[in-house]
C-alpha cells in the first residue's frame, strides 16, 4: 500500500496556492494549478469575479431540488451541491439558466450569504447561415437563422469573443447575522389555446418593486401558446409574493387558487 501526501505548491503562471498529489509513479508534482493546467481547446479561462453579496433568510427548499453532480471535482473530495435550471425545461424556445452551488443545501429558514459569481471564457466563434428555418410551413414567417460554431482557439477563422457565465454560490453564516432579504424561488405562467378552446390558465402577480431578480429561466412553446418562468429572487424581509392562477378547462368550468411564496 503506497501513501500518497499532498503538498501544498505555489503556482508558476499565477502564484496562487494550491494543493497537489505527487505522480504516484514518478513522483512528479505538477508546477501549475488547476487552472492553469486546463488545456480546453475551445475555452480559455479569463476571470472570476464577485459582483454582489447578500445576507439571507433561504426560504427555498433546495433539499428538495438540488441534485448531486455525477462526479465530484477532481481535486476535492467534498461534492458540492449544485441545482441547475435550464429555460428549455419550460419549452422548446427558451433562454436563461440559473446555477446555485452550495457545499450543503441550507434548510428553509436558515440564514446564508449569497455570492453572485461571474466567471468569463474566451472562446473563438463564426456564424453559419442555417437557411430559412421555416420556409417548410406556408403559414409562418420565413427566418433566416444563423448557428454559431464553435472554433479551437488557435484557429485562423471566426472571431475571439468573452463569453460571461453567472452562478450563485450559498454559503454557512453565524445564524445570528441579521438578513436583509428572504431568496426565494417561484414560477408563474400562462397558457392558451388556438382559438380559445381547451384549458385555458392566466396568472396574476403580485412583486415588489424593491425586489431583486437575481436570475430567470425562461421558456415557451413555438407557438407561443404557453410560456413559464422561473426565478431566483431576494425580497424584503416582510415580503410575500401572491401568485392568483385562474381560467377555465374546456368543459366550460373556472377555477382558480393562489400560492403565497
Ligand atoms: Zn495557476
Known amino acids: 500500500m503506497s501513501v500518497r501526501k499532498i503538498q501544498k505548491q505555489v503556482c508558476i503562471q499565477c502564484f496562487q496556492p494550491f494543493e497537489a498529489e505527487p505522480h504516484p509513479r514518478f513522483g512528479s508534482v505538477p508546477t501549475k494549478c488547476p487552472k492553469c493546467r486546463r488545456t480546453d481547446p475551445y ?12 445576507i439571507v433568510q433561504n426560504d427555498v427548499d433546495w433539499k428538495a431540488l438540488m441534485k448531486q453532480i455525477e462526479k465530484p471535482l477532481r481535486e476535492n473530495a467534498n461534492r458540492p451541491w449544485k441545482y441547475d435550471f435550464k429555460g428549455r425545461e419550460h419549452g422548446a424556445s427558451w433562454s436563461g439558466r440559473i446555477v446555485v452551488w452550495a457545499e450543503e443545501p441550507p434548510a428553509k429558514g436558515e440564514i446564508v450569504l449569497v455570492r453572485k459569481m461571474q466567471s468569463t471564457y474566451q472562446i473563438r466563434v463564426t456564424y453559419e447561415e442555417y437557411g430559412s428555418i421555416g420556409a417548410l410551413f406556408k403559414f409562418r414567417e420565413v427566418v433566416n ?14 472571431e475571439l469573443v468573452e ?15 441579521q438578513p436583509q432579504y428572504r431568496l426565494v424561488l417561484y414560477t408563474i405562467g400562462e397558457k392558451t389555446t388556438l382559438k380559445g378552446y381547451g384549458r385555458q390558465e392566466f396568472m396574476e402577480f403580485e412583486h415588489d418593486p424593491q425586489s431583486v431578480d437575481l436570475a430567470i429561466a425562461y421558456g415557451q412553446y413555438r407557438t407561443g401558446r404557453a410560456w413559464r418562468r422561473t426565478v431566483l429572487s431576494l425580497i424584503p424581509l416582510n415580503d410575500q409574493i401572491i401568485i392568483r392562477r385562474f381560467g377555465h378547462t374546456g368543459s366550460g368550468k373556472t377555477f382558480s387558487d393562489q400560492a403565497v411564496i
Do not use: A, M
Open 43 to 54: 475555452r480559455q479561462f479569463i476571470s472570476r469575479k464577485c459582483v454582489g453579496e447578500w
Open 145 to 158: 437563422v444563423k448557428k454559431p460554431v464553435f472554433l479551437p482557439l488557435d484557429s485562423e477563422e471566426g
Open 163 to 177: 463569453e460571461t457565465h453567472e452562478y450563485f454560490v450559498l454559503e454557512k453564516v453565524n445564524q445570528e447575522l
